[in-house]
């Protein structure tokens, strides 16, 4: 079956604009998460949903990150105002749940923000 | 807290010799272990888990892990690199997020793999 997709797959965008970043998961997945990949941080946790809901946002970066998911699907990344450190690879993954501890990544999108 | 040490961001081999990545952890509680691998551009693809079943974890490509809980290490081996096995591989432990069923990976720092023909 579908893997998980993200779009865009490349960004480019100038510092202080906003950007947003979808994830489709898998089919049938109830659980969706965010990491961030650059060079100086290696892979960071941000943020995770199980269904629609985020119980904990305490991984965002900063208040200018935002996330949602709707109909326990599609997810966005929102930065707002975005800077240069912002620039990164966000990967998207997916797990049935439940017990269910596999997560399955995206291809990314990388971000540049000039 | 958890945390994963790969040891080694660069390791090189020749076609055909052995490949040991390795990987230490720390985890409070008894972990769930993983290796993933990134091709160039691409995103990650698991390549095996270790989930207090059998310590020895078989996975894709010819891939297998030992989980060795006296040295909390979980080193990844390849008995014949090939060319294609030229990647990124990262190492990570999963705990238990608040919200039932749920799981944050902390990932190590990494290890590229080159194989010199």
């Known amino acids: 079956g579908a893997g998980v997709s993200q779009s865009p797959s490349n960004k480019v965008t100038e510092k202080g604009k906003d950007v947003e970043l979808r994830c489709d998961p898998i089919?049938?997945?109830?659980?969706l998460y965010w990491y961030r990949q650059s060079l100086g941080q290696g892979l960071e946790f941000l943020i995770y949903?199980?269904?629609?809901?985020?119980?904990?946002k305490s991984g965002l970066p900063s208040d200018r990150f935002s996330a949602e998911r709707t109909g326990g699907s599609v997810s966005t990344l929102t930065i707002q105002r975005t800077q240069q450190e912002d620039s990164a690879v966000y990967l998207c993954?997916?797990?049935?749940?439940?017990?269910?501890?596999?997560?399955?990544f995206g291809p990314g999108t990388r971000l540049l923000v000039l | 807290a958890q945390s994963v040490t790969q040891l080694g961001s660069h390791v090189s081999v020749s076609e055909g010799a052995l490949v040991l990545l390795r990987c230490n952890y720390s985890s409070s509680v008894p972990p769930y272990l993983f290796w993933y691998v990134q091709y160039p551009n691409q995103g990650l693809q698991l390549l095996l888990k270790?989930?207090?079943?059998?310590?020895l974890v078989k996975g894709i490509n010819g891939f297998e892990a030992e989980f060795k809980k006296s040295e909390t290490s979980f080193h990844l081996t390849k008995p014949s690199a090939h060319m294609s096995d030229a990647a990124e591989y990262f190492c990570?432990?999963?705990?238990?997020?608040?919200?039932?069923?749920?799981?944050?990976?902390?990932f190590g720092k990494g290890t590229k793999l080159s194989v010199i023909p």
């Open positions: 089919s049938g997945h109830t659980a």
């Open positions: 990570a432990v999963s705990l238990l997020l608040s919200g039932a069923g749920s799981y944050q990976l902390t």
């Open positions: 270790y989930t207090s079943a059998a310590t």
């Open positions: 993954a997916s797990s049935l749940g439940t017990d269910q501890e596999t997560q399955y």
């Open positions: 949903f199980q269904g629609n809901s985020a119980p904990d």
